[in-house]
């Protein structure tokens, strides 16, 4: 199923079932959490279609999402980052190369913030996080393929090092400006 499904189609769950031979109870499942999610909705007669977005979501999933980064930042900062420098340093380099898929792209830099909001050990900061990602990351690529905008990124490597040295300001600061750097980027590339 990758990328048939545009926003606005309806959705077969049956022919979803059998095209991954699974019953369609798993898909059910599937279908509520992305509902919840609000990347598809229902529509009462019709069935389950792919929400469309609008650039104002997309702006409202950046806020949402630097507000929470440089909260978790001003948590994690120093110790923290240094005690899982070279598992973050992975992820910082594999964040920097530029993939031409841009859902790997996203998803490697996902992973790279994910596993630094998770250094805050706030159950309730790092859920909020991880929702906001998955409808932003969806929304992004949608935007990304209908622009064919190229995967633009600010370097996670000097990320990464600022935040081991930075005090709890200092590094919302840093990451608000990393947000900022790719939140406006995309939008600059956009329609």
């Given at each position: 199923?990758?990328?048939?499904?545009?926003?606005?189609?309806?959705?077969?769950?049956?022919?979803?079932?059998?095209?991954?031979?699974?019953?369609?109870?798993?898909?059910?499942?599937?279908?509520?959490?992305?509902?919840?999610?609000?990347?598809?909705?229902?529509?009462?007669?019709?069935?389950?279609?792919?929400?469309?977005?609008?650039?104002?979501?997309?702006?409202?999933?950046?806020?949402?999402?630097?507000?929470?980064?440089?909260?978790?930042?001003?948590?994690?900062?120093?110790?923290?980052?240094?005690?899982?420098?070279?598992?973050?340093?992975?992820?910082?380099?594999?964040?920097?190369?530029?993939?031409?898929?841009?859902?790997?792209?996203?998803?490697?830099?996902?992973?790279?913030?994910?596993?630094?909001?998770?250094?805050?050990?706030i159950p309730v900061l790092i859920?909020?996080?991880?929702?906001?990602?998955?409808?932003?990351?969806?929304?992004?690529?949608?935007?990304?393929?209908?622009?064919?905008?190229?995967?633009?990124?600010d370097d996670h490597l000097d990320?990464?090092?600022?935040?081991?040295?930075?005090?709890?300001?200092?590094?919302?600061?840093?990451?608000?400006?990393?947000?900022?750097?790719?939140?406006?980027?995309?939008?600059?590339?956009?329609?």
């Amino acid at each position: 199923m990758g990328n048939e499904i545009a926003p606005g189609d309806l959705l077969n769950r049956r022919q979803i079932a059998e095209d991954l031979n699974v019953s369609v109870a798993p898909v059910l499942e599937a279908i509520v959490q992305l509902e919840a999610d609000g990347i598809l909705e229902s529509i009462p007669r019709k069935g389950t279609r792919v929400c469309g977005m609008r650039m104002e979501d997309l702006r409202g999933q950046f806020i949402l999402r630097e507000a929470l980064e440089c909260q978790a930042a001003r948590i994690y900062c120093g110790r923290s980052v240094l005690e899982h420098y070279a598992t973050l340093e992975h992820l910082a380099v594999s964040a920097n190369k530029g993939y031409r898929d841009i859902r790997v792209s996203w998803n490697v830099e996902s992973e790279f913030h994910t596993a630094l909001v998770r250094l805050s050990g706030i159950p309730v900061l790092i859920s909020a996080y991880q929702h906001v990602m998955c409808k932003k990351m969806f929304m992004a690529i949608q935007l990304y393929q209908a622009a064919h905008a190229e995967v633009m990124s600010d370097d996670h490597l000097d990320l990464l090092r600022a935040l081991a040295k930075a005090e709890p300001d200092q590094a919302a600061e840093l990451m608000r400006h990393h947000m900022r750097y790719g939140r406006e980027t995309l939008f600059q590339y956009l329609p």
